[in-house]
């Protein structure tokens, strides 16, 4: 397996095109785009839940995973191109996008567990999983559930796109530690806590759901903000008007957040023992470059494709992401599995 971007074809023009600012609207307009469908595209019915996916291609099956607040229609660009070779599916993680938003207690563990048994029971043969982390919250979401289902995956995962991945690197010298509640936190301090935190939040995700702010937020993310559109737009604010929105951006904000620390990276790319390749927009005011070049030196064999976008390089510029991915892929058929050290 190839060890950096230049031993993936063109990748030198892949770098300098990245650089290039200019794709202007009318060049996106050649891409071809997945229609925006107000009902989704396929449901599938998980632990008695609906969940939304989309799926398109034969070939080898690729499925894309999103990031907080986005879903399967943030792969706008990615699906009808990557299908043109490939069987491409995107889901939907429960709690976001079409998919069913259930009052559960939400952990990592629990969209390892969704993407385990789409791959299972509805993609039903060894696939490729790609993630992204999306910037509307710090949550290690869509390229580490790639990570820790490719782990539980084992043979089943063929390999792991990474776009811009969050999650944090386990730091040796500051175990966690966990102190009892004494009866005062519990009874008294914990619970008006609790009020605030509910109240609090509430305000903050009506800001955050308003399509005013979610452009803002997007804009200040994007390099090139010409695909910050109604329709991206629309695909983010439009789940949010479920009537169980608010409680699960309530649960995932005072539940998942405090159990993060559990889940680092080095523990999950240990466990990894597929091709990894990842595609970094290295003007990413959240997740820079350093991160991809941490993970390349913990995993060895990792390919790394630098582009000058932001956050969600995908989106930006989908034609130099999906021209990566594509030429990636044929060398995972011959590459060993890689070892982390």
């Not at 989704?40 to 609906?50: A, F, I, L, P, S």
């Amino acid at each position: 397996m190839s060890t950096s971007c230049a031993t993936l074809p063109s990748s030198a023009k892949l770098e300098l095109l990245g650089r290039r600012k200019g794709f202007s609207r009318l060049h996106r307009q050649s891409l071809e785009e997945l229609p925006f469908k107000p009902e989704g595209y396929n449901y599938w019915t998980w632990r008695d839940r609906k969940i939304h996916y989309v799926v398109e291609g034969e070939g080898l099956p690729i499925v894309l995973i999103h990031g907080f607040g986005a879903s399967a229609f943030h792969w706008r660009y990615n699906i009808p191109e990557l299908a043109k070779k490939y069987k491409v599916y995107a889901i939907d993680l429960i709690g976001f996008g079409w998919s069913e938003k259930a009052l559960i207690e939400y952990d990592a563990l629990v969209w390892r567990d969704q993407v385990v048994d789409f791959v299972k029971e509805v993609v039903k043969e060894p696939a490729v999983l790609v993630g992204n982390r999306q910037v509307l919250m710090v949550f290690i979401l869509g390229g580490f559930t790639a990570l820790v289902a490719a782990a539980s995956l084992q043979d089943q995962a063929k390999g792991v796109v990474l776009l811009n991945s969050a999650g944090q690197f386990g730091d040796a010298a500051s175990p966690a530690t966990e102190t009892e509640e004494n009866v005062v936190q519990k009874y008294i301090l914990k619970p008006l806590k609790d009020a605030f935190q509910r109240v609090a939040l509430g305000f903050l995700f009506w800001q955050a759901k308003q399509p005013a702010r979610v452009e803002y937020v997007l804009k200040s993310v994007y390099v090139n903000s010409a695909n910050v559109d109604d329709y991206l737009i629309n695909s983010i604010t439009k789940p949010a008007d479920d009537p169980n929105a608010g409680e699960v951006y309530y649960r995932l904000m005072t539940r998942f957040m405090s159990n993060q620390r559990k889940y680092t990276l080095d523990s999950v790319l240990s466990q990894l023992s597929c091709p990894l390749l990842l595609v970094w927009g290295d003007l990413d005011p959240w997740v820079g470059p350093a991160k991809a070049i941490r993970i390349k030196e913990f995993y060895p064999g990792t390919s790394l494709v630098n582009l000058q976008a932001g956050h969600c390089p995908h989106d930006e510029v989908p034609e130099l992401v999906n021209k990566a991915i594509l030429e990636w892929l044929p060398t995972i058929a011959s590459a060993p599995s890689p070892q982390a050290s």
